[in-house]
Structures are given as structure tokens and as C-alpha cells.
């Protein structure tokens, strides 16, 4: 049995689900309403504040749907109390991050800079030139939407320049040895 899977999900105090007989999870919170399709073949009851996912057999798509489904579920509880947050990090000379209105103005490098519009329920935080938030409460959309920025000027291993997480750590290279022994 599925060690994620079987872990019942506690709904905290302000929190509704409602599951549907299409198996259409609608979960509202303080910060929002976020709704998702889970694959029929999995069972979810709510029984007062605990929710649990439940598989029909030990077959191998059931087992693989089975940890998904409850996760799934799980960010979107976590996603309408606390939200979720990535942070990326700005490294390179000239290059920076500012806050224009909703939008994130980034200057990367290019000729021209660089104008990235947050989605619908996906907001941007500027705390310093070099260090962006991207905040929302869907987890799969906010690492999205980071992936997308990171993926403007990713860091490039001889210099460490560009876009890359918080904490992620860059493997570097060795520049040019040189033309030692050539004439």
C-alpha cells in the first residue's frame, strides 16, 4: 500500500471539500476555491474534518494514481490556507527585477527588457533588484510560472550568470585552459 496514499488528509477549521460523483474535488478556503479532476477509479471519502483517498486493487496504475491523487488533494488544502512561494534569485551584472503595476519588468541582458504578465491567481514580489517571489495558491501554476522566468536567462555554468531557485546550487566549469605550449 501507497505510504502517501493511505495518509488521511485533516481539513482544517474554514476549509470545505466537496466531492462530486464525476470525482470533481472543489476544495474553498480563506485565500480562494480550487477545483480538480481526479481519475474515477479512486474512492476519496470525507468523513467530518479527515479525508481519505482509497485504490480499487493493487494493480500497478492504481498504485501509481494512488500517492498522486491524495498529494494532489493535500496542495490544494495547504494551497487555499497558506498558499505557496518560490523564490528565485538574480545573478549577473546589470541584471535586474522590478515590479511595473502586476507586471515584472526583468532586465536579463537583451536589447530590450523583458515583460512577464502573472496569470490569473499568480502575484509577484519584488524584495530586492535581485530576488523575485512568485506566490499563488495552485502549486502547480506557481512553479510554473517560475519555471518560465528561470527559463529567460537560465544560469550558465562558467560564470554563474542568470535566473536560477533559491538555494539551487550551479555546477560550475573551468574556463579556457589556454594556448600553453602553442607558438
Known amino acids: 500500500m501507497s ?12 476549509v470545505t471539500v466537496d466531492v462530486d460523483a464525476n470525482n470533481k474535488v472543489v476544495v474553498k478556503g480563506p485565500k480562494g476555491t480550487l477545483s480538480r479532476e481526479i481519475r474515477p477509479e479512486m474512492k476519496i471519502t470525507v468523513e467530518g474534518n479527515v479525508l481519505t483517498v482509497t485504490r480499487p486493487s493493487d494493480n500497478r496504475l492504481h498504485r501509481s ?7 494532489l488533494i493535500n496542495n490544494m488544502v495547504v ?8 523564490d528565485l534569485e538574480i545573478n549577473g551584472v546589470g541584471y535586474r527585477a522590478a515590479k511595473a503595476g502586476k507586471n515584472l519588468n526583468l532586465a536579463l541582458g537583451f536589447s530590450h527588457p523583458v515583460i512577464v504578465e502573472p496569470p490569473e491567481g499568480i502575484s509577484f514580489e519584488v524584495p530586492s533588484p535581485t530576488a523575485i517571489q512568485v506566490i499563488g495558491i495552485d502549486k502547480e501554476l506557481v512553479g ?3 519555471a518560465k522566468i528561470r527559463g529567460y536567462r537560465k544560469p550558465e555554468p562558467y560564470k554563474g550568470k542568470g535566473i536560477k531557485y533559491a538555494g539551487e546550487h550551479i555546477r560550475r566549469k573551468e574556463g579556457k585552459a589556454g594556448a600553453k605550449g602553442k607558438k
Open 3 to 14: 505510504r502517501i496514499g493511505r495518509a488521511p488528509i485533516t481539513i482544517p477549521a474554514g
Open 65 to 71: 494514481l494512488h500517492g498522486l491523487s491524495r498529494t
Open 79 to 86: 494551497g487555499v490556507t497558506e498558499g505557496f512561494k518560490k
Open 144 to 146: 510554473a510560472v517560475a
